[in-house]
T-cell receptor, first 120, second 110 residues
Framework: GAVVSQHPSWVICKSGTSVKIECRSLDFQATTMFWYRQFPKKSLMLMATSNEGSKATYEQGVEKDKFLINHASLTLSTLTVTSAHPEDSSFYICSARDQRLAGVLRETQYFGPGTRLLVL | DAKTTQPTSMDCAEGRAANLPCNHS???????VYWYRQIHSQGPQYIIH???NNETNEMASLIITEDRKSSTLILPHATLRDTAVYYC???????????FGQGTELSVKP
């Protein structure tokens, strides 16, 4: 199956700094990528939908100025956590949708391995 | 997307079949049933999906009831590596976001 990578796999930062997380589709082009956040023992919570060449669509309750999303190319979306605070510590996961497979009975969305963020 | 209901946790003996149920009574005609699983500290992994017919692949089988209001994921010979949280999601295959519920935490025991 298709591969989605994330970088870094884990990051520790000081409170008040900004952290950028990259999500790449390695062998397909993804016009749409999704960003999720997961707290310990909880399910994945969708944060936003990232569309190549346009503004991201944020889920209700997610601050767009806090979590900046850029989808500048068909293989890369970035999530920047601005002025991070300890409560932003979480597991951030992206997924990428392979548009070529839409409409056929095959997997269409692939997930990255996740990025663990710890804000001190 | 329609909501799903799954048991919080299940146990299964290694080598036996694991049958994971999911209720999706409000599913609409063009929504598919998807199953993903998440092993601890990893990203979700796609397992299988279907519309109304039963489906089988190298990982699992998906049995969907005739009225499509429920389904069962079957892992025919569970191994310790199948210990994970299993998520049942109903979703339009044409795209859009996957909304995860709480899933079923499957523990495969020796």
């Amino acid at each position: 199956g298709a591969v989605v990578s994330q970088h870094p796999s884990w990051v520790i930062c000081k409170s008040g700094t900004s952290v950028k997380i990259e999500c790449r589709s390695l062998d397909f082009q993804a016009t749409t990528m999704f960003w999720y956040r997961q707290f310990p023992k909880k399910s994945l919570m969708l944060m936003a939908t990232s569309n190549e060449g346009s503004k991201a669509t944020y889920e209700q309750g997610v601050e767009k100025d806090k979590f900046l999303i850029n989808h500048a190319s068909l293989t890369l979306s970035t999530l920047t956590v601005t002025s991070a605070h300890p409560e932003d510590s979480s597991f951030y996961i992206c997924s990428a949708r392979d548009q070529r497979l839409a409409g056929v009975l095959r997997e269409t969305q692939y997930f990255g391995p996740g990025t663990r963020l710890l804000v001190l | 997307d329609a909501k799903t209901t799954q048991p919080t946790s299940m146990d299964c003996a290694e080598g036996r079949a694991a049958n994971l149920p999911c209720n999706h009574s409000t599913i609409s005609g063009n929504e598919y049933v998807y199953w993903y699983r998440q092993i601890h500290s990893q990203g979700p992994q796609y397992i299988i999906h279907g519309l109304k017919n039963n489906e089988t692949n190298e990982m699992a089988s998906l049995i969907i009831t005739e009225d499509r209001k429920s389904s069962t994921l079957i892992l025919p010979h569970a191994t310790l590596r199948d210990t994970a949280v299993y998520y049942c999601i109903v979703h339009y295959n044409q795209g859009g976001k996957l909304i995860f519920g709480q899933g079923t935490e499957l523990s495969v025991k020796p």
